[in-house]
T-cell receptor, first 115, second 114 residues
Framework: AQSVTQLGSHVSVSEGALVLLRCNYS??????LFWYVQYPNQGLQLLLKYTTGATLVKGINGFEAEFKKSETSFHLTKPSAHMSDAAEYFC?????????????FGGGTRVLVKP | EAGVAQSPRYKIIEKRQSVAFWCNPISGHATLYWYQQILGQGPKLLIQFQNNGVVDDSQLPKDRFSAERLKGVDSTLKIQPAKLEDSAVYLC????????????FGPGTRLLVL
């Protein structure tokens, strides 16, 4: 069975500062990894995903994440935070070869951006 | 392209009442998922359909929850009777086919059970 741990349920950053959200996973087979963002009263929107190939993945809104197999991590970063980045972020893992491509989510990290 | 549609957006009921949620996936998407998101937690899969067949319902509390996707398009999730702990956001997602890694989420239905 796979699981996801997001370190820090809340993160506060200043506008223009680096955003770093941590995600570690456990999986018995090579996983697919995702970051989703959820704005208030909205559904989840895909930021980026890692399936195979290049381990540094670029997503929308200036975010990127790096898959590190040796550390079982998939941390999300953005060089310069914007007020519009205030939202909740979820890391998720799926096992592509398993039936159903079920997503397992972490507990989420809420980002607050200070002016 | 229209996204995943869900209704109602909000629902307040008393415990032991019944409630139903509706989801219309993106046109042509064969796979449909229902997730439960309790406040402060990540979404948890309740049930997955491939066309009109159930692929995974291992985490669906079958004594009170039921779901159907009769024509392989839209889907209904029902709770009967509701408990206080069912208060959550119910998210519907779809993907083009089984094995497609990206799921597209609707806005969710926020349920409050009093």
């Amino acid at each position: 069975a796979q699981s996801v741990t997001q370190l820090g349920s809340h993160v506060s950053v200043s506008e223009g500062a680096l955003v770093l959200l941590r995600c570690n996973y456990s999986s018995s087979v090579p996983p697919y990894l995702f970051w989703y963002v959820q704005y208030p009263n909205q559904g989840l929107q895909l930021l980026l995903k890692y399936t195979t190939g290049a381990t540094l993945v670029k997503g929308i809104n200036g975010f990127e994440a790096e898959f590190k197999k040796s550390e079982t991590s998939f941390h999300l970063t953005k060089p310069s935070a914007h007020m519009s980045d205030a939202a909740e972020y979820f890391c998720a893992v799926s096992l592509y070869k398993a039936a159903g491509n079920k997503l397992t989510f972490g507990g989420g990290t809420r980002v607050l951006v200070k002016p | 392209e229209a996204g995943v549609a869900q209704s109602p957006r909000y629902k307040i009921i008393e415990k032991r009442q019944s409630v139903a949620f509706w989801c219309n996936p993106i046109s042509g998407h064969a796979t449909l998922y229902w997730y439960q998101q309790i406040l402060g937690q990540g979404p948890k899969l309740l049930i997955q359909f491939q066309n009109n067949g159930v692929v995974d319902d291992s985490q669906l509390p079958k004594d009170r929850f039921s779901a159907e996707r009769l024509k392989g398009v839209d889907s209904t999730l029902k709770i009967q009777p509701a408990k206080l702990e069912d208060s959550a956001v119910y998210l519907c997602a779809s993907s083009p086919r089984q094995g497609e890694e990206t799921q597209y989420f609707g806005p969710g239905t926020r349920l409050l059970v009093l």
